[in-house]
């Protein structure tokens, strides 16, 4: 899981914080969150990608609140590189909206955080307190996807992609955490040109975080610092074509046909198991026939930048 924080910190003084919010028809969870970051940051950012239910009217003619309306959904990283560039402050919190973060927590976050850390994120749990292994986790690998399809995530310990418990009362190093609630150093996301916008939906935030530490910044997850998050929760019918979504992304990263047809095989061991749990279920039946068609095929869609967008250097 990596070590536990041991360096030089930033000054100790107030540091300014910009909130960044993605929103696509959120429904009323968006003035809910932008209620709850109000005292927690100096400014926020909405950028709407084309919502249909009217969502972004809770954040229209309100001074602390900058409003970017998109024609089209761009998808996740586009998005958020556009409120990045909307911030001036250290740092900038991605946070979606369907996480919450208690009064504070982001003023937490940001506090003493080491010279040589570009990313910090709290640990997220659900409606019941228990820590989700989606906070974040290691750089991908067929052997830890493997790992994962066969062995429960919550007894698998660090052999997985993801982090599993017990997780440390403490600040620890990893290698990726979720862009769902992550505080990104403005300085570091802008040299590396921020995430990279051929991912439209997942692996956005695992790609960036390990450009991040190719350039020689960590990665640190505050384990005595907890967010909600509604991950599994909500319409059935989003949370399918979000799985059904997030596997293309996923292999993406393999280069040969055979690796992804590896992993196709993998995932469809994994999903098929997981059919089963009443808690993944929806989700798992819904990524299924990707994992097939990966197993069949190798093949993933291309991934194309969005047109007239900066791309992030490698």
């Known amino acids: 899981m990596g070590g536990t924080a041991d360096s030089e910190t930033r000054a100790d003084v107030r540091t300014e914080v910009t909130a960044v919010i993605v929103n696509f028809d959120s429904g009323n969870r968006l003035p809910r969150l932008l209620e709850n970051l109000k005292p927690q940051v100096d400014h926020v950012v909405v950028v709407d990608n084309a919502s249909t239910d009217g969502s972004p009217s809770a954040a229209q003619n309100r001074d602390w609140i900058t409003l970017i309306r998109n024609g089209s959904n761009l998808g996740f990283a586009a998005a958020a590189n556009q409120g990045a560039a909307a911030a001036t402050s250290e740092w900038v919190v991605f946070v979606n909206p369907d996480t919450h973060a208690e009064y504070g927590v982001i003023r937490r976050l940001v ?19 228990t820590p989700l292994m989606e906070t974040g986790g290691h750089d991908p690998s067929l052997v830890r996807y493997a790992a994962w399809a066969v062995i429960p995530g919550r007894v698998g310990g660090q052999r997985g992609p993801w982090l599993a418990p017990p997780f440390p009362q403490a600040d620890f190093f990893c290698d990726w955490v979720s862009g769902a609630f992550m ?132």
């Not at 909600?228 to 074509?241: F, I, N, T, Y």
């Not at 990524?287 to 097939?292: D, I, W």
Request: charged content about 25%.
């Open 183 to 314: 505080a990104v150093s403005r300085e570091a996301f802008e040299r590396v040109h921020g995430f990279d916008e051929r991912f439209f939906l997942y692996q956005e935030d695992v790609d960036l975080c390990r450009r991040l530490r190719t350039a020689g910044s960590r990665i640190m997850c505050r384990g005595w610092l907890e967010i909600s998050h509604e991950v599994g929760q909500g319409d059935r019918k989003r949370r399918a074509l979000s799985a059904a979504r997030s596997v293309p992304p996923l292999a993406s990263r393999f280069e040969t046909k055979f690796g992804r047809r590896t992993l196709g095989a993998i995932l469809t061991v994994g999903l098929g198991l997981r059919s089963f749990f009443p808690s993944r279920g929806v989700a798992a039946r819904a990524a299924l026939p990707e994992a097939l068609k990966l197993l069949r095929t190798g093949e993933v869609p291309e991934l194309h930048p969005v047109p007239g967008r900066p791309q992030p250097q490698y």
């Open 111 to 129: 506090a003493h955080v080491p010279d040589d850390v570009a990313v910090v994120a709290p640990v997220q749990v659900d409606a019941s307190g």
